[in-house]
């Protein structure tokens, strides 16, 4: 499961209002690259929810992957950001796209539910008493 | 400028909106629609040869055929006619500047006899390139990598032969190829050199189509909520497009047939092909379909309902009903963490309406839906049915794929034109309420099983109602 996926999930047992954002329990992850595509980010930023996508770095114990508060898109969009090592750009595009969670969990905020993640895929289905 | 586009004859419902959907991906919004068609005199519109004009130079034309699936190649038509005589003519008229430039000392050239419809052996082929010394090729002929490439395409007007109505009238077309579908992929991606695939994996070819008509390329975010084996995200992956995926089933996209014959080991193929790509971006959730939250996140969701023929629909919210115990099953404390939810009978209606929500919520405007939705056909082997509507949706194409003489499948491609605003989310609850309520209801009108697979009537004669040589037919099992 990719930090995107995790930012677009949400937990719907019954009786939970807004279930979001998960709390991120990671026991094993890994990297692979993707191609950077700055269009791809560009699109993709507005929709991404900043303090969740945060939190689940610090989950990783990335504590220096992505600042507290979003950067601008002045920052994230310079001229030639893409090519250079450690860009805004580049940690966004590392964080959203390149980590993948092999096993772990995501929480509920609310109920406490716990969603297993096996094999990078994170298992959402509610059992019979909680839909 | 308009060309001279000859499909492969087959899926004839399909190659039109592949060629609109492909301007769209290369030129931009509504380029699809400034793609003109005509047909070539005293030719049915089944013919595999169309006239049509696209909005962009020769390298966009090129792109467009190149990327597609059903063009055989779209040609710069330098002149045709019913007899060579006619033809010469008609090449003579055409003006030299377009001609002569393509035609040069240095340039190197190959030129094709093909025919439909009928078969010429390699003595008539060279005597057909003989008789075009009226054309004054200057360059050196190569025929394993020519610069340009020259096609003389032959038809023939006998009877209704080719499978066609017989309306083709004898047609000698000549012109220099601009650009060919490459189909090299798909013996590359047949599905029986797949790692894993299941009962309903969609064929590659209709995979491919389906992911050009939901526009896939880099960058785009591609969704598939029925993935199963993968087997269309995988051609979606194939054009660089961002995948995410995801099922009801758990045994299906975790644990697949081990650990080398899963969705994953579909994905490391299509890696294998690709080998310039270094990942292949692919994303699984097992999901009940309307959990994601974000809105306006994906690009096109493309995908193949379970409807109820092959493979029926389940969603959650399953009961056990054990011996003696009324309302829902409790999972037992200590079985929680492996248990595997039961699920409840999804009919086709409900599963659709809830797709179209969960597009119209998720998708960016301009994005595309993409999907396949089954219709009974009549006893005269019509199929007028009412496709689901949603007021976020324009309907842009639907390419009917005939099955059987009791059902066809339909690919409809959808494209957002308005907001998901408060009103439609209240509009949908409510629906959705309804479906609860009266779930048997739905479930036995949608049954599709039944009438595609119970005997049919016999007429009072004693024959059956189905007159399978009255039907119209095209050559080849997959038309």
Same mark, same amino acid.
């Given at each position: &499961?990719?930090l995107?996926?995790?930012? &677009?999930?949400?937990s719907?047992?019954r009786?939970?209002?807004?279930?979001y954002?998960?709390?991120? $329990?990671?026991?094993?992850?890994?990297?692979?690259?993707?191609?950077?595509n700055?269009d791809?980010?560009?699109?993709?930023?507005?929709?991404i929810?900043?303090?969740?996508?945060?939190?689940?770095?610090?989950?990783?114990?990335?504590?220096?992957?992505l600042? $507290?508060?979003?950067?601008? $898109?002045?920052?994230?969009?310079?001229?030639?950001a893409?090519?250079?090592?450690?860009?805004?750009?580049?940690?966004i595009?590392?964080?959203?796209?390149?980590?993948?969670?092999?096993?772990?969990?995501?929480?509920c905020?609310?109920?406490?539910?716990?969603?297993?993640?096996?094999k990078g895929?994170?298992n959402? &289905?509610?059992?019979?008493?909680?839909? | 400028?308009?060309?001279?586009?000859?499909?492969?004859?087959?899926?004839?419902? #399909?190659?039109?909106?592949?060629?609109?959907?492909l301007?769209e @991906?290369?030129?931009?919004?509504?380029?699809g629609?400034?793609?003109?068609?005509r047909?070539?005199?005293?030719?049915?519109?089944?013919?595999?040869?169309?006239?049509v004009? @696209?909005?962009?130079d020769?390298?966009f034309?090129?792109q467009?055929?190149?990327?597609?699936l059903?063009?055989?190649?779209? #040609?710069?038509?330098?002149?045709?006619?019913?007899? #060579?005589?006619?033809?010469?003519?008609?090449?003579?008229e055409y003006?030299?500047?377009?001609?002569?430039?393509? +035609?040069?000392?240095?340039?190197?050239?190959?030129?094709?006899?093909?025919t439909?419809?009928?078969?010429?052996?390699?003595?008539?082929?060279?005597?057909?390139m003989?008789?075009? /010394?009226?054309?004054?090729?200057k360059?050196?002929?190569?025929?394993?990598?020519?610069?340009?490439?020259?096609?003389?395409?032959?038809?023939?007007?006998?009877?209704?032969?080719n499978?066609?109505?017989?309306v083709?009238k004898?047609?000698?077309?000549f012109?220099?190829?601009?650009?060919?579908?490459?189909?090299?992929? *798909?013996p590359?991606?047949? *599905?029986?050199?797949?790692?894993?695939i299941?009962p /309903?994996?969609? !064929?590659?070819?209709?995979?491919?189509?389906?992911?050009?008509?939901?526009?896939?390329?880099p960058g785009?975010?591609?969704?598939?909520?029925?993935?199963?084996?993968?087997?269309?995200l995988?051609?979606?992956?194939?054009?660089?497009?961002?995948?995410?995926?995801?099922?009801?089933?758990?045994?299906?996209v975790?644990?697949?047939?081990?650990?080398?014959?899963?969705?994953?080991?579909?994905?490391?193929?299509?890696?294998?092909?690709?080998?310039?790509?270094?990942?292949?971006f692919l994303?699984?959730?097992l999901?009940?379909?309307?959990?994601?939250?974000?809105?306006?996140?994906? !690009?096109?969701?493309?995908?193949?309902p379970?409807?109820?023929?092959?493979?029926?629909?389940r969603?959650?919210g399953?009961?056990?009903?054990?011996k003696?115990v009324k309302g829902?099953?409790?999972?037992?404390?200590?079985?929680?963490?492996n248990?595997?939810?039961s /699920?409840?009978a #999804?009919?086709?209606?409900?599963?659709?309406?809830? @797709?179209?929500?969960?597009?119209?919520?998720?998708l960016?405007?301009?994005?595309? +839906?993409?999907?396949?939705?089954?219709?009974?056909?009549?006893?005269?082997?019509s199929?007028? /049915?009412?496709?689901?509507e949603?007021?976020?949706f324009k309907?842009?194409c639907?390419?009917e794929?005939?099955?059987s003489?009791?059902?066809?499948?339909?690919?409809?491609?959808?494209?957002?034109?308005?907001?998901?605003?408060e009103?439609?989310?209240?509009?949908?609850?409510e629906?959705?309420?309804d479906f609860?309520?009266?779930?048997?209801?739905?479930?036995?009108?949608?049954?599709?099983?039944?009438?595609?697979?119970?005997?049919?009537?016999?007429?009072?004669?004693?024959?059956?109602?189905?007159?399978?040589?009255?039907?119209?037919?095209?050559?080849?099992?997959?038309?």
């Open positions: &499961m990719r995107l996926t995790h930012n &677009m999930l949400a719907n047992v009786g939970v209002t807004s279930g954002p998960l709390k991120l $329990e990671a026991t094993n992850w890994c990297t692979k690259d993707v191609d950077l700055a791809f980010i560009r699109g993709l930023l507005p929709k929810d900043w303090r969740a996508l945060v939190a689940a770095t610090r989950a990783l114990n990335l504590p220096e992957l600042p $507290e508060e979003q950067p601008s $898109e002045d920052e994230i969009f310079a001229e030639g893409v090519n250079v090592e450690g860009s805004a750009i580049r940690r595009h590392h964080a959203l796209l390149e980590i993948h969670v092999q096993q772990g969990a995501l929480i905020p609310e109920s406490g539910r716990s969603f297993p993640i096996e895929i994170p959402m &289905m509610l059992h019979e008493d909680e839909v | 400028m308009w060309y001279l586009c000859v499909f492969y004859h087959r899926l004839l419902d #399909y190659r039109r909106p592949e060629v609109e959907s301007a @991906l290369f030129g931009g919004p509504g380029a629609d400034a793609v003109e068609w047909m070539p005199e005293n030719h049915h519109e089944d013919s595999p040869f169309h006239l004009r @696209l909005p962009g020769e390298r034309a090129a467009v055929a190149n990327r597609s059903l063009v055989k190649g779209i #040609y710069e038509l330098w002149g045709h006619g019913t007899t #060579y005589e006619e033809l010469e003519k008609s090449i003579m003006p030299d500047e377009r001609k002569l430039p393509h +035609l040069t000392p240095e340039s190197t050239f190959k030129i094709v006899v093909d439909f419809g009928k078969v010429m052996s390699s003595q008539e082929q060279n005597e057909i003989k008789s075009l /010394t009226y054309i004054p090729f360059g050196r002929v190569n025929l394993k990598k020519p610069e340009h490439k020259f096609f003389v395409i032959e038809t023939d007007d006998y009877g209704s032969n499978g066609l109505p017989p083709m004898r047609t000698i077309f012109g220099r190829e601009v650009g060919a579908a490459d189909r090299h992929l *798909l590359m991606y047949q *599905l029986k050199s797949r790692k894993y299941g /309903t994996a969609m !064929d590659a070819e209709m995979a491919f189509l389906m992911a050009n008509q939901g526009l896939a390329r785009k975010l591609v969704y598939d909520p029925f993935v199963g084996t993968g087997s269309i995988v051609a979606a992956a194939h054009f660089g497009a961002m995948t995410m995926g995801a099922d009801i089933d758990i045994r299906v975790r644990d697949g047939r081990g650990p080398d014959c899963n969705v994953w080991s579909n994905f490391e193929q299509v890696l294998a092909i690709h080998w310039l790509v270094r990942v292949v994303d699984l959730l999901i009940n379909y309307w959990l994601l939250v974000f809105n306006q996140i994906l !690009d096109a969701i493309i995908c193949d379970p409807y109820g023929v092959r493979a029926g629909g969603k959650s399953g009961r056990k009903i054990l003696g829902p099953y409790t999972v037992p404390e200590a079985k929680r963490d248990h595997i939810p /699920t409840a #999804y009919s086709l209606a409900e599963c659709v309406h809830d @797709l179209l929500h969960l597009a119209a919520r998720m960016v405007m301009g994005g595309r +839906l993409v999907f396949f939705y089954p219709v009974l056909r009549g006893e005269d082997g199929s007028n /049915t009412q496709f689901p949603h007021p976020c309907l842009i639907s390419c794929q005939i099955l003489f009791r059902y066809s499948r339909v690919l409809l491609t959808m494209v957002k034109i308005a907001p998901y605003t009103e439609i989310k209240k509009m949908a609850e629906q959705h309420r609860r309520e009266n779930h048997q209801k739905w479930l036995d009108e949608g049954n599709l099983h039944s009438a595609v697979f119970s005997p049919a009537e016999l007429a009072p004669d004693g024959n059956s109602k189905f007159d399978r040589d009255s039907k119209p037919k095209y050559r080849g099992k997959y038309v």
